[in-house]
């Protein structure tokens, strides 16, 4: 399967033939474009709401119609042997399709480009020498600043081929990271396609190590749901949520290259905090008990409580005529309610409605006519409006939340049997706020009243939620994710290895009973495409210790030289001089390892502590090097980039300068979740990693 670069004329010379297909299908694109600028709608639109709909409906297909000239407009070719979906005489000729992010056609309508996200595309991820799927020829394409320089043939039907690796497509997965996170639709592999093209109604959850490509799975997965269910999605919506805005903006730009702009972004905290602001961080302890699903028993206790039953009887005076429901009827009636387990609140509405047709029932055997106007008026009564105030008064989530952790009697008569005394101690405020407003509120409790909220009232559902680095999330996080999914699916994106948070999931079977998903399909990504072989196998050492049972990466890139351990001499002496010269010595090592790195093509992460990132900022500083901060777009000329541990997962560097690994570890509460941060950090390179230490390593990696 040898790549081919030169140029000559385009009747003889292959290269140039596809160069002048790529130069007409751009030309035939901005047609596509000119076009859909071009529309007038004055004289199809009823009144100016409807006008409005369209000219922003039109404005969205122009903006998708934008040809990116740093984006290859396609990146492969399918040779049909026949002619897809017809009969065909023997001896014709197949069809011949160009792959590319997006549809272009002609003048006429006939297709230049066909989405790869079209069923006629698919061969191009899925054939194979054991089953070409009517392929004959499979063609891929090498670009080098947006221009077409090579391609390269895989003849599937051909047994005097022998099969190769394919150098286009090693190629483009090797390419430096320059800028944000870019889509790998050139280059998706058959088990991460079957995962994008599973169907709109089940949840899919894929269980990825580092370099698997499970991030960019799920990010296909949505463009290509949006393209097979477009109608149903855009009404119900889609979302995808990320652990930071770092990783937010550093995926930000994959969906619109792919054509789809209507996608939203958010953190779990973006989700909950609509009502509340954060101002407080917990202990581990409090967060860990106020992230476990108990939690969600005790607030249901806790607004059910406000329930009492009714001891007076309810009395409606209409005009001459006084209307009595007895109070054991009423009684009944919330018995009735708390059995069918409604929302508190959808319950709070229907009370007053039952009261008003028991009244109305009367108003029948009394021989009047009634209709539901008289029965609104009834439940709208003074008298009504009391009874149910008693019985099943309105409540305010915030402020149930804020009872709750204020309160120890309140908490201890809805967590009896649930929680523990000390853990009801763990979570209660030392000093109580005086209100809502007041509350110097966690992320933990912002969860905790987004579960009181929909207690209350049923949160809105979306179509498809994406939820990556799922693995991070409490069973309390889950279910507000659940909540925005209810009546749609999920895919689930994470890497139990790669937990850090006190409390990381521990089963991707508990994780999708939280999250209301029991019955996902979980997929696990084992081949690595990112990370190179020998730096994957230096990372995987922490795996027995970290995620015991996991099975490692198998990394598909071999790359000698890839893994560098060095030691800075000078930091176990007990002298103070000696050991603040060996800190010294470590900041002018980690200086000088990434001035190394930078002499290479590409973006270059500093990965620290978090607590060592100040002093590592000045020597950078000191020494003439510009940085970035996480998420920030790398360029041509600012492409190193510091980045604290803590942050670091889900990004990813050409070459990564590694610094003091004990330090990493001993950043977190404990030592699993210290080494999992690590096995994040030494699973960020690309092309290159240098791990300095002038502290011993820790012994699974010794």
């Given amino acids: ?83 897809v979906g017809a009969a065909q005489a023997e001896g014709a000729e197949g069809e011949q399709f160009y792959i590319g992010r997006r549809h272009v056609h002609d003048a006429d309508g006939d297709p230049m480009v066909i989405d790869w996200r079209a069923p006629v595309s698919q061969p191009f991820y899925r054939a194979s020498r054991k089953d070409p799927l009517d392929v004959g020829q499979r063609r891929r394409f090498g670009y080098t600043g947006g221009e077409l320089t090579a391609y390269e043939d895989e003849h599937l039907t051909d047994p005097s081929e022998a099969a190769q690796t394919s150098k286009l497509l090693q190629a483009e997965i090797e390419r430096p990271r320059v800028g944000p996170m870019r889509d790998i639709v050139a280059t998706i592999q058959p088990e991460q396609d079957e995962i994008v093209r599973s169907e709109l109604g089940g949840t899919v ?66 989700l909950v905090t609509a009502q509340v602001e954060v101002r407080s961080t917990d202990e581990a302890r409090a967060a860990v008990v106020k992230g476990d699903a108990r939690m969600a028993e005790v607030l249901r206790r806790a607004i059910r409580s406000h329930v009492t039953m009714p001891v007076e009887p309810v009395m409606v005076v209409r005009g001459s005529r006084r209307w009595r429901v007895p109070a054991y009827e009423i009684e009944e009636m919330v018995k009735e309610l708390l059995a069918r387990d409604m929302r508190y609140g959808a319950a709070h509405e229907a009370l007053p409605q039952r009261i008003a047709h028991a009244v109305l029932v009367r108003m029948e055997e009394a021989g009047e006519a009634p209709d539901d106007r008289v029965q609104n008026a009834v439940a ?16 305010e989530p915030s402020k149930l939340v804020l009872r709750l952790l204020s309160d120890p009697e309140f908490l201890a008569a809805h967590a009896d049997g649930l929680l523990s005394e000390d853990e009801q101690k763990t979570i209660l405020w030392t000093k109580p706020a005086r209100s809502v407003k007041s509350a110097k509120w966690s992320a933990a409790d912002a969860v905790l009243i987004d579960e009181a909220n929909d207690l209350v009232a049923r949160t809105h559902s979306l179509g498809h939620v994406v939820i990556d680095e799922a693995q991070d999330l409490s069973p309390m996080q889950y279910r507000a994710v659940g909540r925005r999914c209810s009546t749609g699916s999920a895919t689930v994106l994470g890497d139990l290895a790669q937990g850090t948070t006190p409390w990381s999931t521990q089963s991707w079977e508990q994780a999708l009973h939280h999250l209301g998903k029991s019955d996902a399909l979980v997929e696990e990504l084992t081949a690595g495409f990112r990370v190179p072989r ?71 992460g500093l990965i620290a502590a978090d607590a060592r990132i100040p002093a ?87």
């Fill in 205 to 270: 959850c894929v269980q990825g190590g580092p370099g698997t490509g499970k991030t960019a799975v799920g990010l296909h997965r949505v463009a290509y749901l949006l393209y097979a269910h477009r109608e149903r999605l855009a009404r119900t919506g889609t979302l995808v949520i990320g652990p930071n805005k770092s990783f937010l903006h550093y995926i930000e730009q994959v969906l619109p290259a792919l054509g789809e702009l209507e996608v939203k972004q958010a953190t779990v905290d973006d």
């Fill in 616 to 702: 590592l900022a000045e020597a950078l500083t000191a020494a003439g090097h510009s940085y970035l901060s996480p998420g920030q777009e790398t360029t041509a000329e600012s492409r190193l980039t510091l980045v604290p541990a803590s942050l670091a997962k889900g990004l990813e560097y050409d070459y990564v300068v590694l610094d003091e690994p004990a330090a990493v570890v001993d950043g977190e509460p404990d030592e699993r979740t210290g080494l999992r941060r690590l096995y994040v950090a030494l699973t960020r390179a690309v092309s290159g990693l240098i791990v300095l230490h002038a502290a011993p390593l820790p012994e699974e990696l010794a």
């Fill in 1 to 83: 399967m040898p790549a081919h670069e030169h140029e000559s004329d385009t009747t003889t010379d292959p290269l140039a033939h596809e160069r002048a297909h790529l130069a007409a299908s751009r030309a035939a694109l901005r047609a596509m474009r000119e076009d859909a600028q071009a529309l007038n709608i004055r004289d199809v639109t009823a009144n100016w709401v409807n006008a409005a709909v369209l000219q922003a409906q039109i404005a969205d297909r122009i903006k998708s119609l934008a040809d990116l000239s740093h984006t290859p407009l396609f990146f492969g070719r399918l040779d049909y042997l026949h002619v």
């Fill in 380 to 395: 709208r009564t003074p008298a009504v409006k009391a009874a149910v105030k008693a019985v099943w008064p309105a409540v």
């Fill in 534 to 604: 020998e730096v994957i196998a230096y990372a995987s050492r922490l795996l027995p210790v970290i995620s015991p049972g996991l099975a490692a990466v198998e990394s598909v890139r071999e790359s000698p030289g890839s893994l560098s351990v060095r030691e800075v001499a000078g930091a176990e002496a007990l002298d103070a001089a000696v050991v603040a010269a060996g800190a010294e010595a470590l900041d002018a090592a980690v200086v000088a390892a990434c001035a190394e790195s930078l002499e290479q093509e590409g973006s270059t």
